[in-house]
């Protein structure tokens, strides 16, 4: 039987799913299946169980080869398992739940990324250079608006000054803010987010524009994330 898992969502969740996924190849060593995921597929490039079996939504071929081929598609939805929306059990215990079909979690890993020797790189380089700028010895990366963000007031030079966000997954404008200022006595800032949205307040977060696979490098070699 030819098997999918079909993971649907944002990074957060792809993430997650690692060690259910790594779990059921150990779990079943004889069973043909992939893994598609519908967005940041390469947040699994490096990682010896998974990179082969993996593909993207938007691949060439993928219906064909993939899909139509499949004898069953199988959607995991953690958000659904109620131990999970009880908070009883961490999303990557909910996706064992819902992979390998067990409340047994004890031999789950970690979520874990591979890096390749580039993004090492340029992350070692990042937080060196914000070092020897700021003056610090330790560095913290600082993500303070999540995804239904919006720019709410800009200056003159189009910079925004004001940053709110209806769906409450962000800090307010005047928070982060207040806590930049105290945490920038004290430690390398780095200011994770869309350009557009580093405040023109903020004097005191470095800049940094990658993709998320090197976001999570830099986050690796700094010493805290909030």
């Not at 937080?127 to 919006?150: D, H």
């Not at 000054?161 to 920038?184: A, F, H, P, T, W």
């Not at 987010?193 to 700094?222: H, K, N």
């Amino acid at each position: 039987m030819k098997k999918v898992f079909w993971i649907d969502g944002g990074a957060g969740r792809v993430i997650a799913a690692i060690p259910a996924l790594i779990k059921y190849g150990k779990l079943n060593p004889n069973d043909e299946y992939s893994i598609l995921i519908a967005g940041f597929d390469n947040l699994y490039w490096g990682i010896p169980e998974l990179q082969d079996r993996t593909y993207g939504i938007d691949n060439k071929g993928v219906f064909d080869n993939v899909i139509y081929k499949a004898d069953i598609v199988i959607t995991p939805e953690p958000y659904r398992n109620p131990a999970y929306f009880k908070q009883e059990i961490s999303l990557a215990e909910a996706f064992d739940r819902e992979i390998n079909g067990t409340t047994d979690h004890s031999d789950l890993g970690v979520p874990t990324l591979v890096f390749n020797k580039a993004e090492k790189a340029v992350a070692v380089k990042t937080v060196g250079e914000l070092k020897a700028a700021q003056k610090k010895q330790k560095t913290v990366v600082f993500q303070p608006f999540g995804r239904g963000a919006q720019v709410t007031d800009v200056n003159k030079e189009q910079r925004a000054i004001g940053v709110d966000d209806e769906e409450s997954r962000s800090l307010s404008s005047e928070n982060y803010l207040k806590l930049v200022k105290k945490l920038s006595l004290r430690y390398n800032m780095i200011f994770f987010g869309e350009p557009q949205f580093q405040l023109a307040q903020d004097t005191y977060a470095m800049s940094y524009t990658c993709d998320l696979r090197q976001w999570a490098a830099v986050i690796a070699e700094a010493d805290y994330f909030i």
